[in-house]
T-cell receptor, first 112, second 111 residues
Framework: TQLLEQSPQFLSIQEGENLTVYCNSS?????LQWYRQEPGEGPVLLVT???GGEVKKLKRLTFQFGDARKDSSLHITAAQPGDTGLYLC????????????WGLGTSLAVNP | DAGITQSPRHKVTETGTPVTLRCHQT?????MYWYRQDPGHGLRLIHY???????DKGEVSDGYSVSRSKTEDFLLTLESATSSQTSVYFC??????????FGSGTRLTVV
């Protein structure tokens, strides 16, 4: 059974700081997705990465996929209070009824 | 305009009563999912559907049933609610792209 580990579990920083959170899998990802969940809402897809070594940028967010496709990182530059939320990674397998395997997430608080 | 809505948003019910949560989509997606989210356990799949009247169990299906009689509606029923089913329930849909779209959730409290 594939296990996804996310670290750190909790992170509290000041506005303007940079941060990196990690997602590691016990087996190779089919494709990796990152979601952000704001309090009281459902998760929202941020990005999908498929190719080992891939880097994607979304404004101040940079997503890296490891060469071996077993790990990923999310880096946020100059964090803002609006970045507060739960960051979840998930492995997407289109061949398994499109089911996702989820990590437990990193809870980020950005303080003004 | 949200492509997926859940109802109700909040519900308090008594132990032993049946409860039905509704998920409605306007995207015509084939795949629909019910999750529960609990601290320390993350998102856990309860049931999912891969078409009208086609459903299957997830990892935490005991005590829950589902029905999908139309593409747009996926119902989750707690047959006899217990306190351990107090949770936040999310519905999600998956279509042409790879990502899921989630509803805003139902916060269920069983007293």
């Amino acid at each position: 059974t594939q296990l996804l580990e996310q670290s750190p579990q909790f992170l509290s920083i000041q506005e303007g700081e940079n941060l990196t959170v990690y997602c590691n899998s016990s087996s190779v990802f089919s494709s990796l997705q990152w979601y952000r969940q704001e309090p009281g809402e459902g998760p929202v897809l941020l990005v999908t990465v498929v190719t080992g070594g891939e880097v994607k940028k979304l404004k101040r967010l940079t997503f890296q996929f490891g060469d071996a496709r077993k790990d990923s990182s999310l880096h946020i530059t100059a964090a803002q209070p609006g970045d507060t939320g739960l960051y979840l990674c998930a492995d997407f397998n289109a061949g398994n009824n499109r089911k996702l395997i989820w990590g437990l997430g990193t809870s980020l608080a950005v303080n003004p | 305009d949200a492509g997926i809505t859940q109802s109700p948003r909040h519900k308090v019910t008594e132990t032993g009563t049946p409860v039905t949560l509704r998920c409605h989509q306007t995207e015509n997606h084939r795949y629909m999912y019910w999750y529960r989210q609990d601290p320390g356990h993350g998102l856990r799949l309860i049931h999912y559907s891969y078409g009208v009247k086609d459903t299957d169990k997830g990892e935490v299906s005991d005590g829950y049933s589902v029905s999908r009689s139309k593409t747009e509606d996926f119902l989750l029923t707690l047959e006899s609610a217990t306190s351990s089913q107090t949770s936040v329930y999310f519905c999600a849909i998956s279509g042409q792209g790879n990502g899921y779209t989630f509803g805003s959730g139902t916060r269920l409290t069983v007293v």
